[in-house]
């Protein structure tokens, strides 16, 4: 599988409670972790043992030094990883008491991963059986990558607005409760709200729900996927872990709500500890789940 996104140190703050607007509180020490959608969701496939390769932009600066390296370790194919002159992308993250995110993210040179870079990779993207695309990339760049991939699976996260044609080749699209209510203009529950994103044009759809697992919607209907319980003590990089782990499994032929079912293990895997790429879970990890 390939993933085409982002690169980012994530760089991470605990707090008791986030400042208001004017407001100064004192958080933890600061610790700076590998991360970015992109980056996330190769680490998450290949320590669960996948063949996976990471198209992407690394800066010159040492975040990109610290982020080559990381992916190195955990067997990302590097290739398509390209260093480019300017800053990483960064990720500014609270995590608070109940173990919750607030993310700011600088693109630094993932704003400039190009139609030229997907051109350049043609060949790899179009014999992968699958090509895993989020939205911290530009969207002509992933358009480009979605035209060429046999298989799309596409987290629209951050939520924007995208092209129907991009819709149209999500099987499936993924996302959280919070992405749904952007792009549908409304709450609601899972399965309708899983059944009104089906509406928008993808193959197929999966909502992540936190602690509540996933839903996924098709041609063949709904299924509500429960997450295992476990103690959640920092959700960064979550739905990236999910991404990742289902994209695989699809790569390998399994059918949408199997793959999902391992996603939520996945998932729930990678709460329990802090962090998002330190979190990740190898095999052994899931046989408690
Ligand atoms: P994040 O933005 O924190 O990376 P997300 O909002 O994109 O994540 P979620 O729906 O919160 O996505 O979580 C993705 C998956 O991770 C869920 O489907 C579930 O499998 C797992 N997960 C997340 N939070 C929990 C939790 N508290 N307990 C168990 N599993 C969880």
């Given amino acids: 599988m390939i993933v085409v996104g982002s690169v980012n140190?994530?760089?991470?703050?605990?707090?008791?409670?986030?400042?208001?607007?004017?407001?100064?509180?004192?958080g933890s020490d600061l610790v700076t972790h590998p991360g970015g959608k992109g980056a996330n969701q190769a680490v998450a496939a290949a320590r669960l043992g996948a063949r996976v390769a990471l198209l992407g932009r690394?800066?010159?600066d040492g975040n990109g030094e610290f982020l080559r390296k990381a992916l190195a370790g955990d067997g990302v194919g590097l290739d398509h990883l390209v260093e480019t002159p300017g800053p990483s992308g960064v990720a500014l993250i609270?995590?608070?008491?109940?173990g919750d995110n607030s993310i700011i993210v600088?693109?630094?040179?993932?704003?400039?991963l190009s139609e030229e870079d997907i051109a350049a990779a043609a060949g790899l993207l179009a014999s992968a059986r699958v090509v895993s695309l989020q939205l911290e990339s530009p969207l002509a760049t992933v358009?480009?990558?979605?035209?060429?991939?046999?298989?799309?699976?596409?987290?629209?996260?951050?939520?924007?607005?995208?092209?129907?044609?991009?819709?149209?080749?999500?099987?499936?699209?993924?996302?959280?409760?919070?992405?749904?209510?952007?792009?549908?203009?409304?709450?609601?529950?899972?399965g309708p709200q899983a059944r009104a994103l089906?509406?928008?044009?993808?193959?197929?759809?999966?909502?992540?729900?936190?602690a509540g697992g996933a839903v996924v919607a098709g041609p063949d209907g709904?299924?509500?996927?429960?997450?295992?319980r476990v103690e959640a003590v920092d959700t960064t990089g979550a739905g990236d872990a999910f991404t990742g782990a289902l994209a695989w499994r699809l790569a390998g032929g399994e059918d949408l709500a199997a793959a999902t079912a391992f996603a939520v293990?996945?998932?729930?895997?990678?709460?329990?500890?802090?962090?998002?790429?330190?979190?990740?879970?190898?095999?052994?990890?899931l046989e408690a789940l």
């Fill in 94 to 98: 609270t995590v608070g008491a109940d």
């Fill in 58 to 60: 690394i800066g010159s």
């Fill in 222 to 228: 709904v299924t509500e996927v429960p997450s295992p």
């Fill in 9 to 26: 140190a994530d760089l991470v703050v605990r707090v008791d409670r986030r400042p208001a607007p004017g407001e100064t509180v004192i």
């Fill in 106 to 112: 600088s693109p630094g040179v993932n704003a400039r």
């Fill in 265 to 285: 293990r996945v998932g729930a895997a990678s709460v329990r500890r802090p962090g998002a790429q330190s979190s990740y879970p190898y095999p052994e990890d």
């Fill in 198 to 210: 089906l509406a928008l044009g993808p193959r197929s759809v999966v909502l992540t729900l936190g």
């Fill in 143 to 190: 358009l480009a990558a979605a035209r060429t991939a046999a298989r799309v699976v596409f987290n629209l996260s951050p939520p924007a607005v995208v092209p129907d044609e991009l819709l149209a080749v999500c099987d499936p699209l993924v996302v959280n409760e919070h992405e749904a209510a952007v792009l549908l203009g409304r709450r609601g529950a899972p």
